[in-house]
């Protein structure tokens, strides 16, 4: 059997002594591997570096096998990105988390296209830190495990909402949540679409969507945030401002 499909490229790692096995992100058959012969020549390897969109055909025998894989280069978006150090992590973060958190051979065009929008964000928009945090927002609830940031859970109210409970992904109130704001997670104004996002903000939204991507995803299955992710969340509490922007 065979397919044809557009997608991104998620990972690759050395198969033998010429080959790749590539982890694709798709639109039609989600999260999916296969061999590219001869993968590992440098041509071959400039086209299979992570977030590069390509057109990709898949042949195997059975479904469940690997299957062959070539891979014919539809937009370079990873070498846009080389002079710039903090938008290479947010492209290298999204692509292994993505391949971390997604089922494989599960279809969810919403991933897909949230990913491709990412991508777009990180090529020329001013504001894509608050972009990359919205979109594991959005992830998140494509695996089902949304975060309901709607009214405070102990009150009902829909204004001034401060904090996140780490427990259920509930909306707190500042009032309702002060007595225990030190075991609520922040909530930065941006994700209600109330202000702009300074390094606080984007620091304070990675570690929210950080924790549920790691107690309700990742940990379950035995896994750990993957460590582009950490780099990336690291790199950008390191951002400029964000030092005296801390608590």
Partial sequence: MQ???????????????SGLVVELLTREHGRHAGLVRGGQSPKTRAVLQPGNAVAARWRGRLPEYLGALTCELVTVHAAHFLDDPDRLAALASAAT???????????????????????????????????????ERDLLAAL?????LRSCAATGATTDLAYVSPRTGRAVSRGAGLPYHDKLLPLPAFLLGAAAAGPRDIADGLALTGHFLLHHVLRP???????????????????????????
């Fill in 97 to 135: 988390l993505t391949a971390a958190v997604l089922p494989e051979r599960e279809p969810h065009p919403d991933v897909f296209g949230s990913f491709g929008e990412l991508v777009e964000a990180l090529d020329s928009a001013p504001d894509w830190p608050a972009r990359y945090v919205a979109w």
């Fill in 3 to 17: 397919w044809s499909d557009a997608a991104f490229v998620l990972a690759a790692r050395r198969h033998g002594e």
């Fill in 221 to 247: 299955q035995d896994k750990t945030l993957p460590e582009t992710r950490t780099r990336f969340a690291e790199r950008m509490r390191g951002a400029p401002g964000a030092g005296m922007m801390r608590r």
């Fill in 144 to 148: 089902g495990f949304g975060l309901d």
